[in-house]
């Protein structure tokens, strides 16, 4: 039970303020605290949200300290999107098909693992395209996990194809088991026969060896085609870039991010998340970081 | 390494900010996680301190939790300060000779536990007194932690005399043992030879059996006495009342309280601690506290 928060003019957390953390390895960089405690604050929600630093190897006392503590709920990242999962009572049926778990909250005195990410890239592409996504043919550059999880999300939201691009066969295999039927194993020239494209590599990413790299050659993208990618430092990756140049509409990756942290807020508070301040603060974010870089 | 906070106008705690913990059961009372952040705010350390409820049997679990999440320091409470040294890799040597732990801090990858209530307790007083404490004779009511480390306190103040009265012989030995040979086993009528009397009794506080009630007959307080008590829900405990009528001087626990969380601070921050606004900071709420009773 997670009381409203109550604006008295005191300093604030207070003794009955509810924790929620992101764990990972690096941390200091995540933007979901900024996203989470903007989301709490225009709520009224008496939560906070904080980012906690923990290691590969010290994951398993981090989990009972998570229970032993009374943390309210946890967003996960790397590297434990995977590990995580023995040490939880329950994950989803999406988590159990994915291998892969983002988001934690209690349910019955249970812990539950949940991944929000691809149907917070659906919910974004939708919110950018004004439109529903069913229906319509996408690319998908890439085969990790934020692949596997965008295309089973996109099977769920019933687009009608879905073109995998990677060069490792197996793992291209393993992300079409996940697309029910409407995935098939393609080439970056198919790019000419789909509506939207999504990058869901680290290529463009700054500060990788990817960074300035494009993972599409810029003569396949076209005026008509939605360019996603789900980067966000830089905020314009090179591939956003040349969509620009071609005419083409783009988002970035600040939109699966908020959505993917609107979710979590939902699931832990029951409460429809403020989802344009949440952009808001991300984008502001985003923009001082490149600002500094 | 902590850094200063940056007031930007963005949401905060961000992924930057180090987190600190109380721990207890029941916590959700605690008045730590006010005086904390309002310390750090006035600061400008970006820090933020929450209240995490953790049982008898979890502590153990806790404190694996504290160190695999990066918690960068505790305060203590009801009912762990005994059972934490067994988690610790130190404790000062106040700490050891009070078997009680109320701060914790990393020092050179070690988790560290000290006890400050004594101290904090004697800055308090000789901030009220507007002088030292040094030479002055005290009478302390009760025999039990608070009264352990209040005594421990005073004979390192060099103070004339403490006459120490509880009804348990061996207990009031035991206080007896910390007090440097200053420290003598007495009745309440004692009080009529002392400067200051001190309750570190529960006789007086809210919500428990001695609700109402005065560790001590009102006939013994005089108009030169200073009279401090420990309790602070009331802010005006019946002693208090009683002192006042008499033309004592009296204060509440709320300076205790202070000055150990500003000790924390400086602990933890190596900076000064904003003592005036964290006793603001912590009046407003036990007034606001003692208004909805």
């Not at 709490?40 to 904080?50: G, L, P, Q, R, S």
């Not at 229906?135 to 596997?148: E, H, Q």
């Not at 905020?235 to 600040?254: C, D, F, M, Q, W």
């Amino acid at each position: 039970m997670i009381s409203d928060r109550k604006f008295s003019g005191l300093p604030w957390p207070t003794g009955t303020t509810k924790v929620f953390a992101v764990i990972g390895d690096p941390i200091d960089h995540s933007l979901s605290p900024v996203l989470l405690n903007r989301a709490f604050t225009e709520a009224n929600v008496d939560a906070v949200f904080v980012a906690l630093g923990v290691s590969r190897s010290g994951l398993g006392k981090a989990m009972d300290g998570v229970r032993a503590l009374g943390i309210s709920g946890l967003s996960v990242t790397m590297p434990h999107k995977e590990a995580i999962i023995q040490h939880l009572d329950r994950v989803t049926d999406r988590s159990k098909r994915l291998g892969s778990v983002n988001c934690v909250f209690w349910e019955g005195g249970k812990l539950v693992g949940d991944s929000t990410d691809g149907p917070a890239l659906v919910e974004s592409l939708q919110a950018d395209l004004k439109d529903e996504i069913a229906g319509r043919s996408v690319l998908i550059l890439g085969t990790g996990g934020a692949a596997r999880a965008i295309v089973l999300a996109l099977a769920d939201a019933k687009v009608k194809e879905v073109v995998v691009v990677g060069r490792n066969s197996d793992a291209v295999e393993r992300v079409l088991d996940l697309g029910g039927g409407i995935a098939r194993k393609g080439v970056a020239g198919d790019a000419a026969h789909v509506d939207i494209i999504i990058n869901a590599t680290s290529v463009g990413m700054a500060d990788t060896e990817g960074s300035g790299l494009t993972p599409l050659s810029s003569g396949l993208i076209k005026q008509n085609h939605f360019v996603c990618d789900i980067i966000y430092f830089p905020l314009t990756t090179p591939l956003l870039k040349h969509s620009l140049e071609a005419g083409a509409k783009v988002s970035n990756g600040i939109g699966m991010l908020t959505f993917q942290a609107a979710r979590a807020f939902t699931i832990w508070t029951g409460k429809k998340a403020p989802v344009s301040g949440m952009l808001e603060a991300a984008n502001l974010v985003a923009r001082g970081r490149a600002g500094s870089h």
